[in-house]
């Protein structure tokens, strides 16, 4: 069982800035990877970035070069830094641990809600 806390959303201007946070706890060591989806009113959920326990990333074509996606091992906690912020960005982000095996379920917060909007 696996717990993760989301903060840091709220209103910011194109061009902008936020930094997102996932905390972890529970049975932390069964996660394999964290990362940050975001769900638009509409749209599916789409993954923006994730990252392995041992540094491997991905990043979703759309924020490449935007946003990155850095962990705290020690603190057990997974940050997302946005830059350069678009309107196309609002959405509700979800912070995703992923155990990393077959058959086990991931887990998710309960999301933080990003708007971009001057």
């Known amino acids: 069982q696996v717990q993760l806390v989301e903060s840091g959303g709220g209103l910011v201007q194109p061009g902008g800035s936020l930094r997102l946070s996932c905390a972890a706890s529970g049975n932390i060591f069964s996660i394999n990877a964290m990362g940050w989806h975001r769900q638009a009113p509409g749209k599916q959920r789409e993954l923006v970035a994730a990252?392995?326990?041992?540094?491997?990333?991905t990043y979703a074509d759309s924020v490449k070069g935007r946003f990155t996606i850095s962990r705290d091992n020690a603190k057990n906690t997974v940050y997302l830094q946005m830059n350069s912020l678009k309107p196309e960005d609002t959405a509700v982000y979800y912070c995703?641990?992923?155990?990393?095996?077959?058959?086990?379920?991931?887990?998710w917060g309960k999301g933080t809600l990003v708007t971009v909007s001057s």
């Open positions: 995703n641990a992923d155990p990393g095996v077959p058959g086990r379920p991931h887990y």
């Open positions: 990252k392995t326990n041992s540094g491997l990333t």
